[in-house]
């Protein structure tokens, strides 16, 4: 239950942020001229940002979290034993750990080029939240 709503409330809160700043005029200005770094992937990622398609990452984000819980609601047949408790326990705090080293990784990233703050800070919470959803999909599934 208390994974249910873990998943849920913070999926709400990375889909609306997702979808909320696609194609907002405001959000647009803050962000850097294209073609600015010498890095392919950069330049790509902020064009995929320009472009609006940021709410195709908060729809995958809604359908991934509408796929677990439906499925923890309607697989399970029986309760969990402290076994598979103790598993996903330690996913979410190996999750909690990935995210508590990549903060540095960040920090680096940013004081190096502050000009991509909002490209670095958008990929870090893509590839944090779905990284977490698709963990925790493979548990539902697999457990």
Known sequence: MVNAVFIGLMSVVYSFLFIFTSNNIEFL?????????????????????????????????????????????????KRYDEYQISILSRSLIVAGIIS??????????LLSDPNYTIETIFFFATIQWLSVLIADLIYIIKY
């Not at 392919?40 to 984000?61: E, L, V």
């Open 29 to 77: 200005r803050l962000m850097s001229k294209s073609k600015t770094l010498q890095s392919h992937f950069w330049n790509w990622w902020s064009d995929f940002i320009k472009a609006g398609n940021m709410k195709y990452i908060g729809f995958t984000i809604i359908s991934l979290t509408l796929t677990i819980l439906l499925l923890m609601l309607f697989k399970r047949t």
């Open 100 to 109: 508590i080293i990549l903060i540095p990784v960040i920090m680096v990233m």
